[in-house]
């Protein structure tokens, strides 16, 4: 029962990862169900994101999607500061780990959600201008 | 594009984090690059997402490493899981063309709080 459940939601995790919406910020709710360690899950998620990475990489050149402009202004400070996060994670306990994923998660769920139906308010008014401009004409 | 001073100390200070919250709690930290990649660098969305790839993939091979030093990793079931993902990434990637952004956006902002909510308690 515990490896469908994997299979299952990884594979949910990865339809969102292969949007480019965060699959990993999915995953680890998910696997939170099942009898794991924090630290468990975390790893799973980050090495479970390797392989779906780079074939979404392929796929991104391929279709000329991928722009790095000043990336060396983000990967630099981005890698240094990742060794030193996995570090902390080591020596944080599991409960720790959980509260603080649980308030990212609300976090940024309450942040995409805002942004969402802002973007969808704006997308209506545009529709409203773009029928009175078809109708005057 | 040439970057100001004040937009690389911003790029700087909020990849930093991002890779922070990567590394802490095993993942998150593209949804940081994303919005810096949109916000600083001005790329549009299918872009951003695209390209934020390359930032994380690194960040994330060194977290994992680190993760598998210090013995973080249970094989069996990472394996298992891994291979939904992939299998998933793909229908992901079949379906992003089929599916409106904001539909799946509004869709992934409410797993997430829900997420958050199952995990306080």
Redesign the interface.
Known sequence: M??FL?????????????????????????????D?PQ???????????????????V??AK?K???????G??????????????????S?SNDV??????????T???W??I???K??IA?KKQSRFDDNDTKRQ | ?N?TAK??CI???F?????????????????I?VA?LLAV?K?HQ??A????????????????A???W?G???WI??L?????????????????SK?KG?V???I?????????????F
Do not use: E
Request: hydrophobic fraction near 65%; include cysteine.
């Open positions: 515990q490896v994997l299979i299952l939601f990884g594979f949910i995790a990865g339809i969102f990862g292969g949007m480019g919406m965060g699959g990993g910020t999915v995953l680890v709710p998910l696997l939170s169900f099942l794991l630290k468990t899950i975390q790893a799973i998620n980050l090495i479970g994101f390797l392989p779906m990475c780079c074939v979404a990489l796929f991104h279709n999607l991928l722009k790095p402009v000043g990336i202004w983000l990967i630099v400070p981005a890698l240094a500061l990742a060794v030193v996060g996995a570090l902390v994670a080591d944080a780990l959980r509260y603080c994923f649980a308030a990212f998660l609300l940024v769920g309450v995409q959600l942004v969402a139906i973007f969808a997308q | 594009m970057l937009n690389k790029l700087a200070a990849s930093a984090t991002a890779g922070f919250v990567n590394g802490f709690l095993g993942g998150g930290g593209g949804v690059i810096l660098i790329l299918k872009y997402q695209a390209t934020a790839l390359l930032v994380v993939l690194p960040l994330t091979a060194v977290s994992a680190v993760y598998l210090k973080s990793v249970d079931p990472t298992w899981a891994t291979l939904g993902v992939v299998v998933g990434g793909a229908a992901g990637a079949l379906l992003l599916l904001n799946a956006k509004i992934f902002a409410l797993v997430l709080i829900a997420g958050g909510v199952k995990m306080f």
